[in-house]
Nanobody
Framework: VQLQASGGGLVQPGGSLRLSCAAS????????MAWYRQPPGQQRELVAT???????TYRDFAKGRFTISRDNAKNTVYLQMNSLESKDTAVYYCRARYRGNVYWGQGTQVTVSS
C-alpha cells in the first residue's frame, strides 16, 4: 500500500493544522492506521491510531488537542492538531498495517514557531 502524507507547515504557537494521509488501498483493509512523529534529534513516537472498526487511541500528549479521523470513501486518514506548541515540532508520518506488513508515508514537516 502507498501512503501520501500532506498538510504540514509552519504555524504559530496556539495554532492549528490538519494533516492528511491518503492510502492507495481501502481503509477497511488497513488495520490500524496511525500517525507517528519524530521531533528533531529524537526517536519516532506514536501519536494516535484508528482501526477499521472506528476505535481510536491517543498518546497522553495528544489527548484533548489532537483528533484522528478517517474518510473511508476517500481512503484518507486525518490528524487535526489544535493548540500547537513548540514541542509539537516534528516530522509527522502515517503508518499502515496491511496484510501483515507495515508501510510508512514519506513524512510531512510541522514547525511550531513564532
Amino acid at each position: 500500500v502507498q501512503l501520501q502524507a500532506s498538510g504540514g507547515g509552519l504555524v504559530q504557537p496556539g495554532g492549528s493544522l490538519r494533516l492528511s494521509c491518503a492510502a492507495s488501498e481501502s481503509l477497511f483493509s488497513i488495520n490500524p492506521m496511525a500517525w507517528y512523529r519524530q521531533p528533531p534529534g529524537q526517536q519516532r513516537e506514536l501519536v494516535a491510531t484508528t482501526t477499521s472498526g472506528g476505535s481510536t487511541t491517543y498518546r497522553d500528549f495528544a489527548k484533548g488537542r489532537f483528533t484522528i479521523s478517517r474518510d473511508n470513501a476517500k481512503n484518507t486518514v486525518y490528524l487535526q492538531m489544535n493548540s500547537l506548541e513548540s514541542k509539537d515540532t516534528a516530522v509527522y508520518y502515517c503508518r499502515a498495517r496491511y496484510r501483515g506488513n507495515v508501510y510508512w508515508g514519506q513524512g510531512t514537516q510541522v514547525t511550531v514557531s513564532s
